[in-house]
């Protein structure tokens, strides 16, 4: 073509050099033309007609290609396929025409592999398996291959030699791979231990102080986990981290469907005391507690009858407490409470005493796992406990405020 152009630019009577540059020029246009015609019959026609094809289908893979745009990173290699056959017209440049076409061709057929290895992905998170068993990191060592197979080709390519000689030369150079790479290595090694041991999934509840990490886990990859924090921060972290540190995982708790309460409240030890018969008589109108004093009244008198206990002195023998009667009305109380899970234990138990009183732990399960209907459960028990523990006679200990020193300073007399 470009010859049949130099002829008729000549007998038109242009010169040489102008009816080369003419005809090379006129060439090119027509190359870079079919390209420009090509590209707009693909993604105005073909992939139009494609996408109506896919929204009909009922597959649901296509429809993922599709909005990853895999069928318009295919359809970039055609126009450089025109440029490759193109190159004979330009012998002075046929060979370098070629690689550089060559190399754009690889370009763009590693970029067509990324979407697809991305779209894969994609239809893998739709199937539950994925949470348990995420396959993102795996997917991003097979781009890693793709590329350095890329590279060395685009390589070999340049300088005309067959990749296979420059695949000898790696040998040598496998300890500063090794180092380059070391981060995906230790990700690898570390992905494939977190989905073997099944550590840690997708969804998953994670708490990991050292790093900053209380919140939910949205992305495993092969370099990174991202946590969402419950601030919506996000936090990430290297794969190989939850496996040499420790970490805390709420899965368990959240599969159990239940969650646990674990707080005290502190008893000023200055008012613990014995029950005494107007105090018992005044704690047997509770319901929760009338059938207990009953029991446990018969049960210590019948004791100190036995054992001829002398009834003079009250600290002779046994007797009931208002700490003990309260512990008895708050387990009571948790055990027909209706957001307390009554498969799991139920406990109300004192702790060692110190210096800010005697802490009474109540230990129990809400029904619940969703934050913010614990925390109301928690925080109506305790609301209860509190405002009923003044009825035993009990304090709940407090450290002296500013107004308890003004209050005890305007009274003469009066002594803390």
């Known amino acids: 073509m470009i010859e049949y152009l130099k002829e008729l630019f000549l007998a038109y009577g242009l010169s040489d050099v102008l009816s080369i540059y003419l005809s090379n020029a006129i060439a090119v246009f027509l190359i870079i033309a079919l390209c420009v015609i090509t590209m707009v019959i693909i993604k105005k026609v073909l992939l139009k007609v494609l996408k109506a094809y896919i929204s009909k289908s009922r597959n649901k893979w296509d429809d993922v290609f599709l909005k990853n745009k895999v ?13 490759h056959e193109s190159a004979e017209l330009f012998p002075p440049v046929t060979d370098w025409i070629k690689r550089i076409a060559f190399i754009y061709i690889v370009f763009a057929v590693l970029m067509a592999l990324y979407k697809i290895m991305d779209s894969v992905d994609d239809i893998y998170r739709q199937h539950d398996i994925s949470r348990a068993r995420p396959i993102k990191g795996y997917l991003q060592v097979v781009k890693i291959f793709f590329t350095i197979a890329a590279a060395i080709i685009i390589v070999s390519v340049l300088l005309d030699r067959s990749p296979l000689l420059l695949l000898s030369g790696l040998g040598a150079a496998t300890a500063v791979l090794m180092l380059i790479f070391q981060n995906t290595i230790l990700g690898l090694v570390a992905s494939i231990q977190l989905a073997t041991n099944n550590m840690v999934q997708i969804g998953d509840w994670i708490e990991m102080p050292s790093h900053g990490v209380d919140g939910d886990v949205i992305e495993i990859t092969l370099h990174t986990v991202k946590v969402q924090n419950w601030d919506k921060t996000i936090v990430t972290i290297p794969p190989h981290a939850l496996i040499s540190e420790s970490f805390k995982n709420w899965k368990g ?19 613990i005391r014995f029950c ?5 008589a005044k704690l047997k109108k509770i319901q929760y507690l009338r ?4 029991e446990r009244t018969a049960e210590i ?5 036995e054992n001829g206990i002398d009834p003079s002195s009250i600290v002779n023998g046994r007797h009931m407490t208002n700490i003990g009667t309260l512990r008895a009305y708050i387990q009571k109380y948790l055990e027909n ?9 139920t406990m109300v138990r004192q702790l060692q005493p110190g210096e800010h009183g005697l802490p009474i732990e109540i230990y129990a399960f809400a029904d619940t796992t969703r934050w913010v209907d614990y925390e109301g459960i928690q925080s109506d028990i305790f609301d209860h406990i509190l405002a009923v523990v003044p009825e035993f006679g009990l304090k709940v200990y407090q450290n002296p405020t500013g107004s308890d020193i003004r209050r005890i300073q305007a009274i003469p007399g009066e002594y803390i």
Do not use: V, W
């Open 276 to 280: 005494d018969d107007e105090m018992l």
């Open 291 to 294: 059938e207990y004093i009953e």
């Open 301 to 305: 008198e019948r004791y100190n009858k």
């Open 337 to 345: 409470h209706p957001r307390i899970n009554h498969n799991m234990t």
């Open 71 to 83: 069928f318009e990173r295919m359809a970039g290699i055609l126009p450089a396929i025109i440029i």
């Open 253 to 271: 708790m959240q599969e159990a469907g239940a969650r646990r309460i674990k707080r005290c409240i502190y008893i000023d030890m200055t008012s």
